[in-house]
């Protein structure tokens, strides 16, 4: 079995980042986390807790693992739901911010594969 699930902005911003998360123990673990907010991300303040108020959530979806595909002028995110894991950011003291991506107008997607 297959299935699928969309996810997209709808009058906000649509943002995809690569975070790093560093937890009190040093421990560090890094993904990719879609955000659809109305208020828009800079990245000169948004950083450890001001990243926290940005996206106003104690706890976020994070895709160790991600392949784009384009498919004429819409890209695709795609992970199997095995590459997705909950996180709690009250653990963690530090989030940066690797790399980031506005894709403002939902031209990205992130769907999740889910073999059965």
Same mark, same amino acid.
């Given at each position: ?18 975070? =790093? ?23 000169f303040t948004h950083y450890d807790q001001n990243f926290?108020?940005?996206? @106003? ?7 160790? +693992? /991600? ?10 995110? +795609? ?23 506005? +894709? ?5 997607? /992130? @769907? =999740?594969?889910? @073999?059965?």
């Amino acid at each position: 079995m297959l299935s699928s699930l969309n996810l997209f902005g709808d009058a906000g911003n649509d943002y995809r980042f690569y975070l =790093e998360l560093i937890s009190k123990n040093s421990d560090t673990i890094s993904g990719y986390f879609y955000h659809y907010p109305y208020n828009e991300y800079d990245k000169f303040t948004h950083y450890d807790q001001n990243f926290k108020n940005f996206i @106003k959530k104690d706890s976020i979806a994070l895709y160790s +693992f /991600i392949s784009t595909v384009n498919i004429g002028n819409m890209n695709i995110d +795609f992970s199997k739901t095995d590459f997705k894991k909950t996180i709690d950011l009250n653990k963690y003291d530090h989030i940066r911010v690797i790399d980031y991506l506005d +894709f403002g107008g939902g031209v990205y997607r /992130i @769907k =999740e594969l889910n @073999k059965n």
